[in-house]
């Protein structure tokens, strides 16, 4: 399909819901590596994924990507499988994987003439603009360049081709802290300009802080939360109860995502929910304490 055919069949795609899931299980061998994820991505939002290394962040944009096939469940792109993604939605996506790999023989100047030729959406004045903007000249040729580099230009290529739907795996990992702040602002620009629907990964808690308006938890497979980043800044606590309180406690508590035991028998309790600490504030001995999304971080995945 040329890029005017796949430019006609836009019509077709579901652009509201641009990416979704249900029920996703994978393993590898008896490693349970997704353990019923649902998840969808409505147009204009960005979701930040989090997790630490190892949650199984990678595997799930795989399984979304229709790069990884689950045991169980399945993921759709523009409202059709991504098992069996079509050109018109392959043209709408941008996708940058956490390790970049690309025509290393190429310049820059010839990749981006070779992808303006497939993507009916490319913005020749929109990718000069990023290059000039991240430092890359075009005569360089892309096996030479740094790890920082290749990362900056993997991102250059996906936003130039002005996608409907942006997928970034851990895109910040090789940039230092100037590149970081840059690809962000970046992103939140496209989101914004174009109502691009942005899917971001993350170990690093702050750059979701900037950029998200939505957040998902992935902790050993599951989707711990996946809540509008506002509400989690207003209702996450860590709540500790005293012995002689906690005794008294049903097994789970509404909005609970851990729970530690204390000395003496005490609780340490993280809660995303008011239903679930609001009557505690009126036990003795009780403290609540308002989480940020790094202390969440470190409270439950570390």
């Not at 229709?66 to 169980?72: A, M, N, V, Y």
């Not at 991240?134 to 996608?163: F, H, M, N, T, Y």
Request: glycine letters at 10%; hydrophobic letters at 45%; charged letters at 25%.
């Amino acid at each position: 399909m040329n890029a005017v055919d796949a430019k006609l069949d836009h019509a077709s795609l579901d652009l509201d819901t641009p990416l979704a899931a249900e029920g996703l299980h994978l393993a590898y061998d008896r490693r349970e590596v997704l353990r019923g994820v649902d998840l969808a991505l409505g147009s204009g939002e960005v979701l930040g994924l989090i997790g630490r290394n190892g949650a199984g962040k990678s595997s799930l944009i795989g399984c979304l990507l229709g790069l990884l096939q689950p045991q169980r469940g399945g993921a759709r792109v523009f409202g059709g499988p991504a098992l069996r993604l079509d050109d018109a939605r392959k043209a709408r996506l941008g996708y940058v994987p956490q390790q970049p790999q690309a025509y290393g023989w190429m310049r820059i100047r010839e990749l981006f003439h070779y992808l303006g030729q497939l993507y009916p959406d490319w913005d020749p004045a929109h990718a000069a603009a990023l290059l000039r903007r991240w430092d890359l000249e075009p005569d360089r040729v892309i096996g030479k360049l740094s790890p920082g580099e290749q990362q900056r230009l993997a991102l250059a290529r996906a936003l130039a081709q002005r996608p409907a739907l942006l997928v970034l795996d851990e895109p910040a990992s090789a940039l230092d802290p100037v590149a970081r702040r840059e690809l962000l602002r970046g992103i939140v620009e496209q989101a914004i300009d174009s109502g691009t629907s942005v899917l971001f990964s993350s170990h690093i808690v702050s750059d979701l802080e900037r950029v998200a308006s939505r957040v998902a938890f992935l902790h050993e497979g599951r989707l711990l939360l996946d809540r509008a980043l506002d509400e989690v800044k207003d209702n996450m606590v860590r709540a500790t109860v005293p012995a002689a309180a906690a005794a008294n406690l049903p097994a789970k508590l509404p909005g609970e995502l851990a729970r530690r035991p204390l000395e003496g028998g005490g609780l340490s309790l993280v809660l995303s929910s008011a239903d679930g600490w609001r009557d505690l504030l009126l036990v003795d001995g009780v403290r609540v304490d308002r989480l940020g999304l790094e202390d969440l971080f470190v409270e439950v995945a570390g």
